[in-house]
């Protein structure tokens, strides 16, 4: 987009040549979409109180989040809009990758749009239907997973890889596209269980594509890749580009949802963050370390399945409340304290998934 335009006229003035370059775009297309958050908004906020678009609180939940009823939700359309414009400005849509994401990013924040809207304006509590909800979110996992299997130019279509190891590649043929399922749908399910708190959710959705946009720059330079012995990715390396614009965005959006927030994400915000990691670990390779470096996301979804699980077989709840991080509050933690602590833990395990990259 504009980066091909201002390329386009380096042979007139050689410092245009600067825009060839991966990361002096993505430090562009983070600092644009950080930009786009805090213009876009308060405006949005603004428009969302105007139009009633607020947050229904469970009255079985910890009293603390009473005060939240009124905040405005559906603040997911402030990430999708900086990191679409931002995207626009500097990423470059001849690569397919760049348009798989997305269109993940899209598709998911769609089916959340659907869901936020029937909960706040049609004042449906269990908004759109789970079977609605969940077949949506496979169909488009789907339709991602067919096209990376069948794509030509990637030569480990089909292949998952593990950390540490440098020669386990495992080869899973057709089951890769399942597998892929899994992971996308998964992955945009974790984020939106871990948006319980203010803050939370974004926090870690920063800190996972700040590992991710390392490691997804490494295995799409060859020289790097080769050097580290993990997977060369031709055409990948474009995706940093997007992490940039997420990255930006995601803080730019903390601004408004740090304690206490102004503003939720609403689904349409933590279907779209989750929906794009997960397609991003899959498109990169990186699906194990996606749990790794989103060990977070992968807690709070296994403390709502043994909580339910419990109660189901004994009748017993295993936690005070799920997700896990209700939990805690419940037991006294303050919710900055949840926040603050969750967000060290997420980044030691983001630490922990770029020394995967050397531990080979």
């Known amino acids: 987009m504009l980066y091909e335009l201002l390329y386009s006229l380096y042979p007139y003035f050689s410092p245009f040549n600067v825009f060839r370059y991966i990361t002096f775009r993505t430090s ?55 990191v679409t414009s ?26 959340g749009f659907i869901d936020d809207y029937l909960k706040a304006v049609k004042k449906n509590p269990k908004g759109l239907r789970p079977i609605y909800k969940f077949g949506a979110q496979l169909l488009l996992a789907l339709a991602i997973g ?32 399942p597998f892929s399922i899994f992971v996308i749908v998964g992955s945009s399910n974790a984020v939106n269980l871990t948006d319980g708190i203010d803050g939370l959710a974004i926090g870690l959705v920063a800190i996972a594509t700040l590992a991710n ?47 206490p927030a102004e503003v939720f994400m609403g689904d349409v915000g933590s279907l779209a963050l989750g929906g794009s990691l997960g397609t991003l670990a899959v498109v990169t390779k990186h699906e194990i370390v996606l749990a790794v470096v989103g060990g977070i996301f992968v807690i709070e979804t296994v403390s709502v399945v043994l909580q339910v699980a419990s109660f189901k077989l004994t009748g017993n709840r295993i936690f005070k409340m799920a997700p896990i991080h209700h939990h805690f509050e419940l037991k006294g933690w303050s919710e900055p304290k949840v926040i603050v602590r969750f967000w060290i833990a997420g980044i030691i395990l983001a630490l922990f998934s770029l020394a995967t990259l050397k531990l080979r």
């Not at 690569?95 to 998911?108: K, P």
Request: positive net charge; glycine residues 10%.
């Open 213 to 259: 946009g390392a490691l997804v720059y490494l295995s799409g330079h060859a020289q790097f890749a080769r050097y580290l012995q993990v997977l060369y990715l031709p055409g990948t390396g474009e995706l940093t580009v997007f992490c940039g614009a997420l990255l930006g965005a995601s803080l730019g959006f903390l601004w408004y949802n740090a304690y």
């Open 146 to 177: 067919i096209f990376l299997y069948v794509n030509p130019k990637d030569p480990y279509a089909s292949v998952l890889s593990a950390p540490f190891f440098k020669q386990w590649l495992f080869d899973l043929g057709i089951f890769y596209i």
């Open 28 to 82: 562009l297309a983070a600092l644009t979409a950080l930009v786009v958050t805090l213009v876009v908004a308060p405006r949005i906020i603004q428009w969302l109180k105007k139009i009633s678009m607020t947050q229904q609180i469970r009255d079985d939940g910890p009293k603390t989040h009473l005060s939240k009823a009124g905040t405005p939700t559906m603040g997911g359309i402030i990430i999708i809009i900086a």
């Open 86 to 111: 931002s995207m626009i400005l500097w990423g470059n849509f001849r690569n397919i990758y760049v348009c798989v994401v997305l269109l993940s990013l899209l598709g998911f924040g769609a089916i």
